[in-house]
């Protein structure tokens, strides 16, 4: 009677299936459209009359705002609740991609890229989402796979947004394409059986006491480990007082949540900046660093490429473009492998990152030292397959330590680290030119080694906490 009522418990509802599919679609027509964009920009502001100083300061406000942003609105996105915020970023996203699409001026372009600077998070929002609607085990099967969906739309944005480029107004054209594909996927955020998926939750929740009259012992483990459980997220769980949460409460913010959307600004930001120093305060600061350190010597890797195949092989940026589409295709298929290998480790993803990032890093140093053309072609496909398992593993690791409960939290925080990498990573990569067309990757692999040695001397006080918080957890049983 017991394992039938457990078994009946973990059943995957249509809702919350419809919902991940929908999630998968989003995900690739937000890049789609952002994609059909970012290679226009630069010519455009420049159209408009912009110096090239003026255009690299204009290009920079975006990175900016997104480093600042990041981290509030994931914390938002938990305080509110993940459907408004998610309908709020789509809307005011779509707004300024509409105003950009009437930039006629240098301010217009400024001020368009304003919104989308602030509350271009949709992507975060979604990965929150998921983190609410699967249990750990599913966690890194459903986020390669948004990965590989949104990767698939930023491989065939650029293909249409060229396409409209060559006719008049193309730019234009685009902007205002991309603000529709933001209001359809506002729709379809709006249409989502939000309701059935509430009710599982609660009726989920309400039957967690229930998990004691499991007999077997894999439906007890699923009780444990489920997609609803907050009892083994040891750092901010732990800091959270457990009284303080009415029962019943859903630790994603999809059903219950801090604050309503429409309560005072003062509130929400009360809010907010508690959950930000949860995290500012936990001790997460080895898995931040060592997400620093290899987002920068992947941007190092790509920052040149271009130019380095010219110098080193004199390639024709045609070849080299065809190169370039081949690794991003191969990224995006390597997010289907991610369940498979994380399988294959047993769930051990302090040692899949390790292994990612070691392999990671031999391949950014045969590519700086590589003689041929093949072997560049050799470390680009097997590079594209570890950054993608390495990015997922990071993200799987945060939320493990930092708890479920603040995923939007950890994750604009994790996206907020990224945009530090993406502002010193050019620096790096212009003054290590100045020594060879190799400086920049050279980087890239000290850098590799340091995360390296970072996670050799903390990942054993990784699996240690884990393994304490495990026999608590058991002692508690």
């Known amino acids: 009677m017991n394992s039938q009522r457990c078994s009946t418990l973990y059943q995957k509802p249509r809702g919350r299936r419809s919902i991940i599919q929908c999630i998968y679609v989003v995900g690739f027509m937000d890049l789609f459209g952002v994609s059909m964009i970012i290679p226009l920009l630069s010519h455009h502001v420049k159209a408009l009359g912009a110096s090239p100083t003026v255009a690299g300061i204009v290009g920079s406000t975006y990175g ?142 309400s039957s967690n006491s229930t998990s004691k009259g499991c007999n077997d012992n894999i439906c007890r483990k699923l009780v444990q480990n489920g997609s609803h459980a907050n009892s083994h997220h040891p750092v901010l769980a732990a800091e959270a007082d457990p009284g303080s949460s009415p029962p019943g409460k859903h630790r994603g913010g999809l059903r219950w949540r801090d604050v309503s959307l429409l309560q005072p600004v003062w509130k929400q930001l009360s809010s907010v900046g508690s959950k930000i120093r949860l995290v500012a305060s936990s001790d997460m600061w080895d898995l931040f660093l060592v997400r620093l350190l ?55 993803m302090p040692a899949l990152l390790l292994h990612s990032t070691i392999f990671t890093g031999t391949l950014i140093f045969l590519y700086a030292a590589a ?19 390495g990015r997922t593993c990071i993200t799987d690791l945060e939320l493990q330590r930092g708890g479920v409960q603040a995923s939007g939290t950890l994750i604009g925080a994790g996206q907020s680290v990224t945009a530090v990498g993406r502002i010193l990573a050019p620096l790096l990569s212009g003054l ?17 080694l340091l995360a390296v040695v970072v996670m050799i001397v903390r990942i054993p006080k990784w699996e240690g906490r884990g393994v304490t918080k495990t026999a608590e957890h058991r002692k508690s049983e």
């Open 432 to 448: 290590t030119q100045e020594f060879s067309p190799c400086g920049p990757p050279s980087l890239g692999v000290v850098l590799a």
């Open 64 to 205: 900016i705002l997104q480093l600042f942003s990041s981290t509030i609105v994931g914390s938002w996105s938990d305080v509110v609740g993940r459907r408004d915020s998610l309908l709020t970023c789509l809307l005011l996203s779509a707004f300024g991609y509409c105003l950009l699409g009437m930039s006629t001026s240098i301010a217009l372009f400024v001020l368009a890229r304003i919104p989308v600077g602030l509350f271009k998070h949709s992507l975060s929002i979604c990965r929150a989402l998921l983190t609410d609607l699967v249990s750990d085990s599913e966690r890194p099967l459903v986020m390669g796979h948004f990965n590989a969906a949104s990767s698939v739309g930023f491989i065939l944005g650029p293909v249409v947004g060229g396409y409209l480029n060559e006719h008049e107004g193309g730019f234009y054209t685009s902007s205002f394409t991309c603000a529709a594909i933001f209001l359809i996927n506002a729709g379809l955020v709006w249409m989502l059986p939000w309701s059935e998926v509430l009710m599982h939750l609660e009726e989920t929740n």
């Open 294 to 348: 290899m987002a920068i010597a992947i941007m190092l890797y790509y920052s040149n490429f271009s130019l380095a195949m010219e110098e080193r092989f004199s390639l024709k940026p045609k070849v080299t473009g065809y190169l370039i589409s081949y690794s991003s295709t191969l990224g995006a298929l390597a997010g289907f492998l991610v369940g498979p290998v994380t399988q294959l480790y047993g769930k051990n």
């Open 371 to 389: 003689p041929t053309v093949w072997q560049v072609l050799l470390t680009s496909t097997f590079f594209a397959i570890s950054t993608c398992i």
